[in-house]
């Protein structure tokens, strides 16, 4: 049921056009409200009139209406809603959500938003299969996009294969699952992730390889079980994910900052590659080359262990903490032990050997080390990783 949930739909130009009007009547039907928005080039398709009549609505067309603008600005138009729709999701409206334009009201919508975005694509078979739209695809999932179909079936067009778009029917499913409460719902699990950057002077750093990319799939995994998540990065090659409270720091000592801050938390995942060391000796202007030939010798001084901290903790300490445990030989042992000297729940160990590729590439092969024993997992992309983190985080605190 959809019993009080508000959509934005956005129809876009394409012949499955007409069947967004089916879906406008199947929403309402099942208690939604219906905000439509029509493309441009959806008004060659359907009437606003007709899009109107059956949302019981007004229908908003143009970026530059300035009596839409009056009545209800565009950022509020996109916040409004509990889920944005676009259906149909044309090749044209999936290259702009992917590129990140916003040159008319449609596109400055899917920008603004804050909600979930739920795409259901439509296009010719071969525009469907282009390589580019494959890319848009990717990106956009990576996003936290949500997409139902396309359908495989004959096309207006004439050709067959996947690119119709999905029954009104199985699109108010989608919908139904993508309001449904997550099953993290009122939790709220800090992540921290990526590297941290210790200085040597104004100028030069240390740093480490982490890309952030799998503490970064965890957050967005956790916000889409719909826990409230506080991201904690470092300077990371990845863009943090959309819907969760970001904190950048550079430095160990600013990310433990942040992260007692952010406490109380109901879990807490350490993905971040902390540097263990700080240069104890950083300067406070460039160093410059004396001329004598020799180097300047750093100092080293050991950087707090967040992790630690955060597991000792006697009070509010959260009833889940994840470690991590990046090792490069014996990494079960190594692992198990890190474990028990830090006090986590769990130790999410990985194999970060050059060969392996894990450390800045796509794909994970983590074995995780809790009370119960060691659990292997097959090399998976860190999405997968992170979405089976996520369950399992789900699972312990239900
Ligand atoms: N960690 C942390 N604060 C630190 C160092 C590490 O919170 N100052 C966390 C990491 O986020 C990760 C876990 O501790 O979850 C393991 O980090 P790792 O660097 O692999 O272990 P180390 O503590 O450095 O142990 P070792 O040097 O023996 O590998």
């Known amino acids: 049921m959809l019993a009080g949930k508000r959509i934005l739909l956005i129809v876009g130009g394409g012949i499955a056009a007409f069947k967004s009007l089916d879906l406008i009547r199947r929403l309402r039907e099942r208690g939604a ?50 889920l944005v729709v676009v259906a149909p999701a044309t090749a044209d409206l999936m290259g702009k959500m992917a590129g990140g334009l916003a040159n008319d009201l449609a596109s400055t919508l899917l920008m603004a938003t804050d909600k979930r975005v739920l795409i259901a694509p439509a296009m010719n078979v071969r525009m469907w299969e282009h390589p580019a739209t494959q890319r848009n695809l990717a990106t956009l999932k990576g996003d936290g996009v949500l997409t139902v179909g396309p359908d495989v079936g004959d096309m207006a067009c004439g050709e067959h294969g996947p690119g119709r778009m999905s029954e009104p029917l199985a699109i108010v499913d989608a919908v139904e699952a993508a309001l449904l409460d997550g099953p993290l719902k ?131 300490r959260p009833k889940l903490v994840v470690g991590f445990a990046a090792e490069t030989d014996d990494v079960q042992a190594n692992a198990t032990a890190k474990r028990k000297r830090k006090g986590c729940d769990w130790i999410v160990a990985n194999d970060v050997s050059p060969e392996t590729g894990i450390m800045g590439g796509s794909e994970n092969a983590v074995t995780i080390i809790s009370d119960e024993g060691a659990e292997s997992w097959p090399r998976l992309t860190k999405d997968q990783v992170a979405a089976k983190i996520a369950a399992k985080i789900a699972g312990a605190l239900a």
Do not use: C
């Not at 950057?197 to 890309?211: C, F, G």
């Not at 879990?267 to 030939?293: H, T």
């Open 33 to 82: 409200t219906v905000t439509p928005v029509l493309t441009r080039a959806a008004e060659e398709f359907v009437t606003p009139l007709s899009t109107s009549a059956l949302a019981g609505q007004k229908v908003y067309r143009d970026l530059f209406d300035l009596t839409d603008e009056a009545e209800m600005g565009h950022i509020e138009l996109s916040r409004a809603a509990d």
């Open 186 to 316: 009122g939790k709220h699990v800090l992540v921290t992730s990526g590297p941290t950057h210790e200085p040597i002077d104004p100028v030069r750093y240390i740093a480490n390889r982490s890309s952030g990319a799998q503490g970064t799939a965890i957050a967005r995994s956790l916000a889409a079980l719909g826990a409230n998540v506080t991201f904690v990065t470092g300077p990371a090659d990845v863009p943090p994910p959309l819907g969760v409270k970001v904190v950048k720091v550079q430095t160990a000592s600013e990310m433990k900052e942040a992260v007692d801050a952010a406490l109380p938390a109901d879990a807490a995942v350490f993905a971040a590659a902390v540097a263990d060391w700080r240069v104890a000796n950083a300067s406070g202007s460039k160093m410059k080359k004396d001329g004598s030939g020799n180097a300047p010798a750093l100092e080293f001084t050991e950087n707090p262990d967040i992790l630690a901290g955060v597991s000792q903790m006697k009070k509010d």
